[in-house]
């Protein structure tokens, strides 16, 4: 399996910047997507962004778009999320996870970086 570890959370005023990190081990070869996914408080965990390990190809949920970048290095199996204008919406736990093929699930979850955005 890959074995995830997510850093950089903490704390950010509204219209502020913070970037998540995600280091893969393991079986880092089987990664076909990568994602991040947040959870806030009482409520389900959304998914936030992905990429394609290969083409680098992106996706974002609707509420992130143009603010939040996501990116990959190939050399160091890191993927990295960039928050921008960050709003106090953003507050959540946010988990990193991996898929093993383009349409199959994300089998391998990191323990959780928290961020907060104070308004």
């Known amino acids: 399996q890959v074995q995830l570890a997510e850093s950089g959370g903490g704390l950010a005023q509204a219209g502020g910047s913070l970037r998540v990190s995600c280091a893969a081990s393991g079986r880092t070869s089987s990664m076909y997507h990568m994602g991040w996914f947040r959870q806030a408080p009482g409520k389900e965990r959304e998914f936030v962004a992905d990429?394609?390990?290969?083409?680098?190809?992106?996706y974002y949920t609707e509420s992130v778009k143009g603010r939040f970048i996501i990116s990959r290095d190939h050399a160091k199996n890191t993927v990295h999320l960039q928050m921008n204008s960050l709003k106090p919406e953003d507050t959540a736990v946010y988990y990193c996870?991996?898929?093993?093929?383009?349409?199959?699930?994300?089998?391998?979850w990191g323990q959780g970086t928290q961020v907060t955005v104070s308004s």
């Open positions: 996870a991996a898929a093993r093929s383009a349409s199959g699930p994300y089998n391998d």
């Open positions: 990429i394609t390990w290969s083409s680098g190809t992106t």
